[in-house]
């Protein structure tokens, strides 16, 4: 993998993990490297998770409460 600071590590990779928030859950892969838990944007729309930065809190899309909702775009024929 590379890092932000553009060196290139090998990292174990461990999975799959539940991740679980509120009445939410999906299942993800995930690289370990350090301490720190960061949970990216994939897992964030599996369970429909929103984020509000001016209360700096995630919560579940309130527009969907009790399960989550995907979003898809459709293809019109043509544009593949």
Not at 18 to 45: I, K, Q, Y
Request: glycine share 8%; hydrophobic share 40%; charged share 20%.
């Amino acid at each position: 993998m590379s890092i932000a600071d553009g060196r290139k590590m090998n990292v174990p990779y461990v999975g799959p993990i539940r991740v679980n928030f509120g009445n939410r859950f999906c299942f993800v892969g995930t690289l370990v490297l350090g301490d720190e838990v960061l949970l990216g944007a994939v897992p964030m729309e599996d369970m429909d998770l929103v984020i509000s930065p001016s209360r700096r809190e995630i919560t579940v899309d309130p527009a969907s409460p009790n399960i989550p909702r995907a979003r898809a775009k459709s293809l019109t024929s043509g544009s593949i």
